[in-house]
């Protein structure tokens, strides 16, 4: 019997306690993908897309809702001669609300609601150069596998907008990651 006990034990001890993260949970996460531009932000670009990458903080209220704080840069954006040659580079920090829906097994989907600050940098061939801020909206959609309580990994498709339509820089970036999340 006492065999059975302590295999029993060392069994549990051994499977993945899947996340039922309580409330009052911060986090930190990191994450890289895939970043791709639209809308005319893009006007003369050699190519539309590019590797980006991101840091998040957040603050897990209870099983349902959290609070993120970003950082995204979206990478570089290369112009051919015929838009005067040269590049631009795109960030954003973004305040986001998330809304989770745990299922079974440590597998939770997300949904993303924020608002964020891009930082279009233009640096053209022929020098000058000129920055476009925006604030705007940020939505996504996404899916987290709990390892344990304190370890997962993400996938999230994120929407921002980006530029000024006062000087035809608008558009959005669209942003496929997959990233660690770490809890404390």
């Not at 001669?81 to 986001?96: D, E, I, Y």
């Not at 279009?120 to 899916?143: E, F, H, I, Q």
Request: no cysteine; aromatic share 12%; proline share 2%.
């Amino acid at each position: 019997m006492k065999k059975l006990i302590a295999i029993a034990l060392l069994s549990a001890t051994a499977i993945p306690a899947y996340a039922a993260v309580g409330d009052g949970t911060f986090y930190v996460g990191a994450d890289v993908g895939q970043a791709k531009a639209s809308g005319n932000v893009t006007t003369g670009a050699n190519d539309t897309s590019n590797t980006a990458y991101g840091l998040s903080v957040g603050y897990q209220f209870n099983r349902n809702w959290a609070a993120e704080l970003g950082y995204t840069d979206f990478g570089t954006l290369d112009y051919g001669a015929a838009a005067g040659g040269g590049n631009s580079k795109t960030n954003a920090v973004s305040l986001s609300a998330l809304g989770i829906w745990p299922l079974d097994n440590g597998f939770s989907l997300l949904g993303k609601l924020g608002v964020a600050g891009t930082s279009v940098d233009y640096s053209p061939a022929l020098g000058g150069g000129s920055t476009n801020r925006r604030t705007g909206a940020v939505v996504g959609l996404g899916g987290q596998y709990n390892f344990t309580t304190a370890f997962g990994v993400r996938v999230a498709y994120d929407r921002f907008w980006v530029g000024s339509s006062s000087n035809n820089t608008d558009g959005s970036l669209n942003l496929l990651t997959a990233g660690v999340v770490y809890r404390f």
